[in-house]
């Protein structure tokens, strides 16, 4: 059973650039769901997927959008990059909306310079 | 929304010893998570517990969801469980985790 993978692991970009960040959720989840971490502060919720419709979203400007596709992979994608957006995001992926608990990923570390 | 509390915010302790984290939140909740972060930033998951209590090793947690509140347990530690302790929590009315801003704990040898 493979676990819950993200893709690039580390990443800088300019202010103003666009980015997007890829996630695999682990085998049989169907939900996935992005979490935004400043250095020493907890996760901060920015929205979840459920078989390809977003299921609730956190406090987040619309410039962060994401897609959930057929085999429940996700990418979330921010534009116009600022630089409090440096953080690392997290993916976690769960079956039906959180039941039984969420797995994480290893994160991707995104600095904008 | 729902707060999540936790303490104590540090923790320093020698190897061998134990700890107790404590966890308070504000509303009902379908679901408790405790985590370990690494030192790489992965969110390791310990528990799913929304109640009742839960033992892996030397880790335990339990859970008293009417008066809203979790432990976790850690005995005799090791320099390996450094790093911050995460409590989530998700709503009875959603399925989104709310976090605690953690305990990081350092265990020396």
Do not use: M
């Not at chain 1, 996760?43 to 057929?70: A, D, H």
């Not at chain 2, 915010?9 to 190897?15: T, Y």
């Not at chain 2, 090791?78 to 989104?96: I, K, L, N, P, W």
């Amino acid at each position: 059973e493979t676990g819950v993978t993200q893709s690039p692991t580390h990443l800088i970009k300019t202010r103003g650039q666009q980015v997007t960040l890829r996630c695999s959720s682990q085998s049989g989840h169907n939900t996935v769901s992005w979490y935004q971490q400043a250095l020493g502060q907890g996760p901060q919720f920015i929205f979840q997927y459920y078989r390809e419709e977003e299921n609730g979203r956190g406090n987040f400007p619309p410039r962060f959008s994401g897609l959930q596709f057929p085999n429940y992979s996700s990418e979330l994608n921010v534009n116009a990059l600022e630089l409090d957006d440096s953080a690392l995001y997290l993916c976690a992926s769960s079956l039906f909306k959180g039941w039984n608990g969420y797995t994480f990923g290893s994160g991707t570390r995104l600095t904008v310079v | 929304g729902i707060q999540v509390e936790q303490s104590p915010p540090d923790l320093i302790l020698q190897e061998g010893a134990n700890s107790t984290l404590r966890c308070n939140f504000s509303d009902s909740v379908n679901n408790l998570q405790w985590f370990h972060q690494n030192p790489w930033g992965q969110l390791i998951n310990l528990f799913y517990i929304p109640s009742g209590t839960k033992q892996n090793g030397r880790l335990s947690a339990t859970t008293v969801a009417t008066e809203r509140y979790s432990l976790l347990y850690i005995s005799s530690s090791q320099t390996t469980d450094s790093g911050v302790y995460f409590c989530a929590v998700a709503e009875t009315s959603g399925s989104r985790l709310t976090f605690g801003e953690g305990t990081q704990l350092t265990v020396n040898p």
